[in-house]
């Protein structure tokens, strides 16, 4: 059981568990004062220089271009730098960081799911498969391009759909998890099948995963 919660927790393929302002960075300035620093920096740079150079050279009209354009890159680079280009370069790096983080997460949860002796499997609200992991593809003797997409009903009796369709509604309609005792007469074993509901970042299901856990030797 220990196992089992354990999977439950983990996010399946991608999909997002978590409100979105949790899971990444923000941005350290929003855009508009972004625009708002370039401006202000170009405004002060050309004041400056508009004071500072009359006094310095003699007036020249090409002369007295390119040093107005010197002079206003080196006012205001240093401010597009602090301001700008230092912080927009760290956020980058985080969101580098987190994506390599989540890479190493995947492929921790990936070899976890494909180890279990249990079968794991995810659904839709349409009962279509989206996910089985190896032990599962074993027990149904399919491969990926044969249950992708697929019903739940093509693979199993019309009173073990109606019983596994009910059970994947009541997750979507609840949001909770639930567990059920389950006959398999495919396998003529005993499962504990537990629906857990995976939601996005809005807190709505948008999937079901399924961990059945044979209890033959138990019952």
């Not at 400056?48 to 009209?61: A, E, T």
């Not at 985080?94 to 949860?109: D, F, S, V």
């Not at 059920?180 to 809005?202: A, C, G, M, V, W």
Request: neutral net charge.
């Amino acid at each position: 059981m220990k196992n089992e919660e354990t999977l439950r927790k983990q996010p399946s393929r991608g999909k997002i568990t978590e409100p979105a302002d949790q899971m990444y960075p923000k941005l350290p300035m929003e855009p508009i004062f972004f625009l708002f620093i370039v401006v202000l920096a170009i405004f002060w740079g050309e004041i400056l220089v508009m004071i500072i150079l009359p006094d310095i050279f003699p007036s020249h009209l090409l002369g007295d271009a390119v040093i107005d354009a010197i002079l206003l890159v080196v006012i205001i680079l240093p401010i597009l730098y602090f301001f700008s280009f230092r912080p927009l370069r760290t956020h980058i790096g985080e969101l580098i960081r987190l994506k390599e983080e989540l890479q190493k997460g995947e492929e921790r949860y990936r070899s976890l799911v494909e180890s279990t002796e249990d079968s794991i499997y995810l659904v839709d609200k349409d009962y279509r498969y989206l996910f089985m992991n190896t032990k599962h593809q074993s027990r149904m003797g399919v491969q990926e391009s044969q249950f992708m997409g697929r019903p739940y009903s093509e693979f199993h009796s019309p009173e073990g759909t109606v019983e596994f369709e009910r059970m994947v509604d009541r997750v979507f309609t609840t949001g909770r998890s639930v567990q059920q005792e389950h006959k398999s007469h495919r396998d003529n074993r005993y499962f504990l099948r537990t629906f857990s509901p995976i939601k996005n970042q809005f807190g709505l299901v948008e999937a079901v995963t399924v961990i059945s856990k044979d209890i033959t030797n138990l019952t």
